[in-house]
Each structure stands twice: as C-alpha cells, then as structure tokens.
C-alpha cells in the first residue's frame, strides 16, 4: 500500500504504531512511536501542551469525525491523523488559492459533473469541518449532517443516473431489435404488396381480354341484329307491295 496522496484536508505528521504486518499496536502518541522505533527516520513533532477536558473532547470528535488514515510500508503500519491545531484567517486564504491551484493543476471541470472537482471540493469541506469543530464541536458535527446529506443525495442522483443509463441501453437495444423485426416484417409487407400487385395486373389482363371479347361479341350480335331487321324489312316491304298489288286489282274487279 503507497502513502495517501496530497489532501487539501490538513493532517498532523504520520505516526508509525507497528513494524508487525499482523495485529495493530494499541494506540500511542507521536513522541512514544518514534522514540520506540529506532529504524525509522520522520523527526518527532515537537510535544504539544496537554490539552485540557474540552480539547480533548473536541479532538476525539474531531478524529471521529474526520478518522485518521493508515497504509503500510513493508512491515511498517503508519497513522496519520487530522491536524487539532486551530486555523488562522491566513490558512483559510491559502486553502482557498490552494483549492483553485489544486483544480488548474488536475485539469477539473469547470462545469457539468467531474469527480475531480467533487473529489477536491469534498477535501475542502472536510477541511472546513475540521476548523470548526476545533472551535465548536456542535457547529462541527451539525457540519457533518449537512456533508453526509450531501453525499446521501449526490448518491442518489448517481444511482438515478446509472439507473436511466441502464434503462436508456435497454431501451436501445430493444428498440433495434423492434427495428430489425420491423424491418423484416416490412419486408414481408413489401413482398406481399408486390405479389398483389401482380395478381392485380393479371385480373386486369383478364378483365380487359373479357371485356374485349365482349365488345367483339357484342359487335356480331349488333351485325347479326341489324342484318335480320334489314331482312325482316325487306320481307315486309315486299309483302306489304303485295298486299296493296292484291287490293288494287280487287278494286277495279
């Protein structure tokens, strides 16, 4: 396991407590770890006063609060706890201008979600919470509350999001196969239409060689007709001549 890398969150020098890479040392102070490890090399801090009842419930809020980070080095287990050093007007300014360097130099989002800029606005907060609480661990833990409702719900939109992606992938993917059976039934569609359209045009033929015959049929009979009413009138000229033939010759009998 590598150090922890640089955090905007201040923490106090890191405190060797083991040199077995099984069980962990019971907790010790700064002085006693590196006077009682005589391979290592960090520089003791220098001895802070003791810190008196309100203190020292501030700071096991603070460390409850803000839980110191560990990480081996071979065999070696190393601590490193969050500073309990009050902050000046200065610090803040620094860690404000440390902020935006820190977010120049990772190339951070200005806009949209970035998980570089969340990671380093949460450093920064957390860095907040640990000034205050120094000062007054109710403000700080009422702190606390408002950063785990934070993540609480920036967890929610994650999970909200990954969920609509899930969702928008489904439907995609269900929406090309709903395109490739359309496509195929279109195409069963296109045929059919095609092969009705041939049908179509062969009982037009049809329709248009009866209706042909009809009309030469139709033209014979026409002929025939007219020919037998031509011959019906002939014959009944011819009697009707007759007719008046015989009637004259009667009359001048």
């Known amino acids: 396991m590598i150090p922890p890398a640089d955090s905007l969150l201040k923490y106090d020098n890191p405190v060797l407590v083991s040199k077995s890479s099984g069980l962990k040392s019971p ?16 520089v003791p801090p220098p001895p802070k006063p003791k810190p008196g009842p309100i203190e020292q419930q501030n700071e096991e809020i603070l460390n409850s609060i803000l839980p110191p980070r560990e990480w081996a080095e071979g065999t070696q287990l190393w601590v490193q706890k969050v500073s309990s050093a009050p902050c000046t007007r200065t610090e803040v300014v620094l860690l404000s201008e440390q902020l935006d360097t820190k977010l120049q130099q ?11 800029r969340r ?3 949460s450093q920064c907060f957390d ?5 205050v609480t120094i000062n007054c661990a109710e403000r700080g833990l009422l ?5 785990d409702e934070i993540q609480m719900t920036i967890a929610a939109y994650q999970t909200i999001y990954e969920s609509s992606v899930a969702f928008g992938i489904r439907k995609a993917l269900q929406s090309e196969h709903g395109k490739a059976d359309m496509e195929k039934k279109n195409a069963e569609l296109e045929n ?25 049929r139709r033209q014979v009979e026409e002929k025939k007709h007219a020919e037998e ?19 004259t010759s009667k009359k001048y009998h």
């Open 143 to 147: 702190l606390l509350r408002v950063r």
């Open 192 to 216: 059919e239409k095609q092969d009705l359209i041939k049908q179509l045009n062969e009982q037009k033929a049809k329709c248009d060689a009866i209706e042909k015959r009809e009309a030469e």
């Open 119 to 121: 990671e380093l606005y």
């Open 27 to 42: 907790k010790v102070s700064s002085t006693q770890a590196v006077n009682n490890s005589p391979d290592t090399t960090p």
């Open 229 to 247: 009413t031509q011959g019906l009138k002939r014959t009944n000229q011819q009697l009707k001549t007759q007719l008046e033939g015989i009637i």
């Open 127 to 131: 860095e907040l919470i640990r000034q």
């Open 106 to 116: 990772r190339q951070a989002r200005i806009t949209g979600i970035c998980p570089v």
